[in-house]
């Protein structure tokens, strides 16, 4: 009889763990669209110059101390052939990514797609708030497959 109970306290406080989580993430969700989402815009409209001074002043200073001159240049070449950017077409916000903010620096990641002026590329961004401005800690395009 003890351990049914044990287990319905357990079960009860996993999901009670898992609604406060959801309520938080929605709630970090819809400020992160406020604030977030257009530092995403602006980011994306600066760095697609393709220029290493652009894109070096956006990264946190832990991702400008992991990439060296030659391998930042390679990424830019790699992504020079999109074009500059035009707008976002469609970003999902990680939920999982916000609840680890819980136990460490706030992060906020989206993926999905933006139109680039060769059309749509896939994004995956994580954001790190500092200092009032967001910075890029890691971010990854890809060509999107055509429909």
Excluded: C
């Excluded at 933006?114 to 967001?134: Q, S």
């Amino acid at each position: 009889m003890m351990q049914v109970q044990t287990l319905r306290l357990i079960v009860f406080s996993i999901l009670t763990l898992v609604v406060m989580l959801y309520f938080y993430t929605s709630q970090e969700k819809t400020y992160y669209q406020r604030n977030a989402l257009p530092a995403v815009e602006q980011i994306l409209t600066e760095i697609s110059s393709w220029e290493k001074s652009a894109l070096f002043r956006h990264l946190t200073p832990e991702a400008q101390q992991t990439v060296n001159d030659a391998q930042l240049e390679e990424l830019l070449s790699q992504y020079r052939h999109f074009g500059r950017f035009v707008s976002i077409n469609d970003l999902d916000f990680s939920r999982t990514i916000s609840a680890f903010s819980l136990f460490g620096e706030k992060r906020v990641n989206y993926s999905g797609t933006v139109n680039f002026e060769t059309g749509l590329v896939n994004i995956n961004i994580t954001l790190v708030a500092r200092g009032g401005y967001y910075l890029i800690d890691n971010f990854a395009l890809s060509k999107a497959a055509d429909k």
